[in-house]
């Protein structure tokens, strides 16, 4: 993560809103956006080395999202996150994927994987299944994608 504790959170966005060339009212207003929808907004003006872990990991979801990139690359995003702010970031994510932005999500959590269009399926470095969600589970007799995991192990 690449946080300033030694600023805001506020202050975190701001500059890396300045680094994509937000300025102003649309950087004032985009931050406080963020910090909002990730529950951020009443400790957006303390310093991040009081932020606990699930709170940096917000944070630099909310980075991310600063610039309303159309492409997005997220490595487990909501691992230490609450279930009702999980609900509220996948919410955010089918928003964005509605607006035509990609997003690549990393996870090891099914259920959220059963969110996704597609799904690859990798272990131990290799890709073992890579293909529409639902011809995944087609290819399962439980309607799991952890069955396919055992398959390939087991060599079906």
């Given at each position: 993560?690449?946080l ?19 300025r102003?009212?649309?950087m ?20 991040v ?5 699930g709170?940096?990991k ?41 607006q ?14 059963l ?10 470095g ?7 969600t639902?011809n995944?589970l ?13 398959m ?5």
């Amino acid at each position: 993560e690449a946080l300033y504790t030694d600023i805001t959170g506020r202050e975190n966005l701001a500059f890396y809103g300045g680094l994509y060339g937000l300025r102003g009212k649309h950087m004032k207003s985009r931050c406080n956006e963020l910090l909002e929808l990730l529950d951020l907004a009443q400790d957006g003006d303390k310093l991040v080395e009081a932020y606990s872990g699930g709170m940096r990991k917000r944070l630099s979801l909310a980075i991310a999202l600063i610039h309303q990139p159309h492409f997005l690359l997220l490595d487990e995003p909501t691992v230490g996150i609450d279930p009702v702010l999980r609900k509220t970031i996948w919410e955010m994510f089918m928003r964005l994927k509605q607006q035509n932005h990609c997003l690549v999500i990393s996870t090891h959590v099914m259920d959220e994987a059963l969110k996704c269009p597609r799904c690859a399926l990798i272990y131990g470095g290799k890709i073992l299944y890579d293909d529409q969600t639902e011809n995944l589970l087609a290819q399962t007799r439980s309607g799991t994608l952890e069955e396919l995991f055992f398959m390939a192990k087991e060599g079906v």
